[in-house]
C-alpha cells in the first residue's frame, strides 16, 4: 500500500513595504482615524485592512483583508486574523472605507462587528475599533457610537 504524503510547511509575515507614522500609540479612536487615513490614501474602492497593534497599543503592522467593488467586499472571518495572529499582536483595529464618502454603517456592517468582537475574545485578541472611513476627516468609530457591543458577554 502506497503512503500518503503531508507536505511540512511554515507561515510567516513578509514586510513589503513601511509607512511613515510620527505617533506612537494609539489610545483613542481619533488616533486610529489619522493611521486609517493614511493607509487608504490610495483606495478608491472598498476594502478592509486590519492593522495590528502591540501590547503598548502601537501599530507594528497592516494588512489588506479584503478588496470589494465600489459599495461593497466580502470579508472572510480567518482573513482577519491571519497577520493578528503570526505576528503575534494583542489587539487589532479594523477598517473599512466608503467610496461614496458617507460612513455610516450599514446592517452588514454591524453584523460584522459583533461576530467579529466576539471572535476576537474567543482568541485572545482585542478588537479596539471597527472604524469606517468616508471623506477625510468623516469617520464612523463603533467604538464611540456602540460601546454597548464591547460590554456585551460572550457565550460560544
Known sequence: MEKTKISVVHLEVVK???????????????????????????????????????????????????????????????????????????AIILYHNHPTGNPSPSMADRRFTK??????KFLGIDIHDHIILGDEGNYYSFLEEEKELWKEDVVL
Open 115 to 120: 461576530r467579529i468582537l466576539k471572535c476576537g
Open 16 to 90: 513589503e513595504r513601511e509607512i511613515p507614522w510620527e505617533e506612537k500609540q494609539i489610545l483613542e479612536p481619533r488616533d486610529a482615524t489619522k493611521l486609517g487615513y493614511s493607509i487608504f490614501k490610495k483606495f478608491n474602492k472598498e476594502c478592509m485592512i486590519a492593522a495590528c497593534l502591540n501590547g503598548r497599543n502601537v501599530p507594528v503592522s497592516f494588512e489588506v483583508i479584503a478588496l470589494g467593488g465600489s459599495n461593497e467586499c466580502q470579508i472572510s472571518i480567518p482573513e482577519v486574523f491571519k497577520t493578528a495572529l503570526l505576528s503575534n499582536s494583542r
